[in-house]
């Protein structure tokens, strides 16, 4: 259990991550709603409860009544020695933010998965301070809604190698999105920084201030009011596709957090990935596009 006081207007779930070091954002939330966390001796179920300077919160939480990870089956494309390339489900978050987020991952497929191969992320990617590091072996990160390729490292001196490749835009990426309306050109390069939205912490803009990002499209196919688009970003920013598009005004198909219309899933996919392995060979691993595109279109 642990007490302190609080500062002012801070969020309830946001202190009980400070409170209570490696729980994410989201299992925070969970506790509260579970009656786990107390403000001033009462039970509140708001995540977004306002705290006042005058505020005491308690935490408690037992590590044992922590649902178990469950098992996901994902696609694997390519594997030797030094990575595993999947195509990762839509909905699936790449990694958690917090050692105690009981919900499946990439990162805790891969786990599973060396586990299986004896081999373990303990041996290969050893966590800093103990306990288990929620990204290890993580490379890149999709969206929770977005599907398609990715690559994970099973060394460190894999993830150096490949994430190094990333960082000087060495890798080439390849998406395909479904966008409401028709673009005015077929192939055009969109040009515009891309920031933080202080309204809204969890989303990004295009703003003056922010950094340059740069996305390519070209349009496969035009349907009634739908487009069928092939992107390619040329730098990495958090959103950049779905901000891009949305600041256009053609948002992707599903993104609602961007302005688009409501569907059964977010219509963005990570088609290719084009990078040098550790073993120095250059190679493309592609993701079929998912059936719903090809419907959608219909």
């Not at 050692?99 to 191969?117: D, M, Y």
């Not at 990160?141 to 835009?169: E, N, W, Y």
Request: aromatic share 6%; with cysteine; hydrophobic share 35%.
């Amino acid at each position: 259990m642990s007490n302190l006081e609080l500062s002012r207007a801070q969020r309830l779930d946001q202190k009980v991550v400070e409170l209570v070091p490696g729980v994410s954002r989201a299992f925070a939330a969970k506790l509260i709603e579970q009656g786990k966390v107390r403000v001033n001796g009462e039970v509140t179920p708001k995540p977004g409860y306002k705290l006042h300077e005058a505020d005491r919160v308690a935490v408690e939480y037992d590590v044992s009544e922590l649902a178990a990870i469950p098992h996901i089956d994902v696609p694997v494309l390519y594997e030797d020695a030094d990575c595993v390339v999947i195509s990762k489900p839509v909905g699936v978050l790449s990694h958690s933010k917090g050692a105690f987020n009981p919900e499946a991952t990439v990162a805790t497929w891969l786990r599973e998965h060396l586990l299986k191969h004896k081999n373990t992320l303990w041996e290969v990617c050893p966590p800093k301070g103990g306990g288990i590091d929620e990204r290890a072996g993580i490379v890149h990160r999709l969206d929770r809604a977005t599907s398609g390729v990715m690559i994970c490292a099973k060394t460190p001196a894999a993830l150096k190698h490949l994430q190094r490749q990333f960082a000087q835009r060495r890798v080439k990426k390849t998406y395909v999105a479904v966008v409401s309306g028709q673009l005015p050109h077929e192939h055009a390069i969109i040009d515009m920084p891309i920031e933080r939205n202080p309204k809204r912490p969890q989303t990004f803009r295009v703003g003056a201030n922010g950094k340059p990002a740069k996305t390519q499209y070209h349009v496969v196919r035009v349907s009634g009011e739908l487009t069928e688009l092939e992107l390619a970003p040329q730098t990495g920013r958090t959103h950049q596709l779905r901000v891009h598009l949305s600041n256009l005004g053609h948002p992707i198909v599903g993104d609602e957090l961007y302005g688009g219309r409501p569907a059964e899933r977010l219509y963005l996919h990570a088609r290719e990935l084009e990078i040098t392995l550790p073993n120095r060979e250059r190679r493309t691993f592609t993701a079929a596009t998912p059936p719903a595109f090809t419907d959608i279109m219909k």
